[in-house]
């Protein structure tokens, strides 16, 4: 979704990162130059994320303790079902298919809830009578991924009242959440404190556009179980750039705001102009949208020198299903266009 670039020269004052206008366009180059974050870099190297945990804790509202700073989200889902080594877990599908990767790792059961299209691949309390024994293990993503639906905090409660119910715990990918300008009304976190068992899944990867830094974090009460995940893999997992770039990050509140108008503003555009061309389109609250459209239709767009992401390898989907981000006015015209010279 997005690309970083580094220049580093003899001294960390030449480091500038630029982001992709996916969400938006931002440097930290004056903040590397000054000496006391220059020397912060130098020694922020700490397996624990001293730092960084203390400037979440804040953002999030969450104590120090429940914080799990990790090598981007996947390596959190990793250490996960290694630290758990759960024997049945359900996910959905389609959605992210790191859930079932990692579990796989650990000989864990896969049972899938399949979406239907015909409710928009909306999460539907259907999915309760999918928690059962010998399920102990839920994995879901809000919003979904590739669907951009989500659950509202209702279901939510439900799912995790049921989880608990049978044994399961479940875990939240809340990564495409900050997304949402009324995203603290949709996310888990009230819920941490009396639910020990629910692990709450957060990047840097999305709304920063941070993908090559790799960072990510968790958050979840049960502090033995951060403490497992921690040892379930190699300690120096986030790098002193990573970190760095991530105490830069919490600090561009207006930055946030504006991604957050851009996609409040152009997703509704895009969807519409995606409709117009005659496209079945899932209309998701995410910052991309998912549509059907001929399978050929890929190819064609890249002779074009334009790429959609094909979802044909997604659990309850096939080569017809797309999937393509929401930009800015001037390069969702031009994927519009692009798209009526393909489809002429």
């Known amino acids: 979704m997005a690309a970083t670039q580094s220049a580093i020269g003899n001294d960390t004052d030449m480091m500038l990162w630029i982001f992709r206008r996916t969400s938006a366009r931002w440097a930290c180059r004056k903040r590397w130059r000054a000496p006391s974050a220059r020397r912060r870099f130098r020694r922020i190297n700490t397996p624990l994320c001293r730092a960084l945990t203390a400037a979440l804790s804040q953002t999030e509202a969450v104590p120090k303790a429940w914080i799990l700073c990790g090598n981007g989200a996947a390596d959190l889902i990793f250490r996960l079902a290694l630290a758990e080594k759960p024997k049945h877990a359900l996910v959905l599908a389609p959605t992210f298919a790191e859930y079932a990767a990692a579990l796989e790792t650990v000989d864990c059961e896969i049972h899938r809830h399949m979406l239907r299209e015909e409710n928009e691949f909306a999460l539907t309390d259907d999915v309760l009578n999918a928690i059962e024994p ?20 209702t279901l939510m409660r439900r799912i995790l009242a049921k989880c608990e119910a049978v044994g399961a715990r479940l875990a939240v990918d809340e990564c495409f959440l900050d997304f949402l300008p009324d995203g ?43 403490a497992r995940m921690r040892r379930a893999g190699q300690p120096w ?43 079945r389109v899932i209309e998701g609250r ?20 334009v790429v959609v992401r094909s979802c044909g390898n997604y659990p309850g989907l096939d080569d017809s299903w797309y999937r393509t ?19 002429a």
């Open 134 to 153: 010998p399920i102990d293990r839920v994995f879901l993503c809000q919003p979904n991924n590739p669907t951009g639906q989500a659950a509202d905090r």
């Open 184 to 226: 603290e009304a949709w996310t888990m976190k009230p819920e941490l404190a009396a639910h020990p068992g629910l692990f709450i899944l957060k990047a840097f990867t999305k709304l920063y556009g941070m993908a090559g830094v790799r960072l990510g974090y968790g958050l979840c009460a049960d502090e033995d179980l951060l």
């Open 237 to 279: 997992a986030v790098s002193s750039l990573a970190q760095t770039a991530g105490l830069a990050a919490l600090g561009q509140t207006e930055y946030v705001a504006q991604v957050r108008t851009l996609i409040e503003t152009e997703r509704p555009y895009l969807l519409e102009g995606l409709r117009a061309l005659g496209l």
């Open 286 to 305: 995410a910052n991309y949208l998912l549509f059907r459209a001929d399978e050929t239709l890929g190819e064609r767009l890249e002779k074009l020198g």
């Open 325 to 343: 981000a929401v930009r800015t006015r001037r390069e969702n015209d031009a994927l519009l266009a692009a798209l009526r010279e393909a489809m």
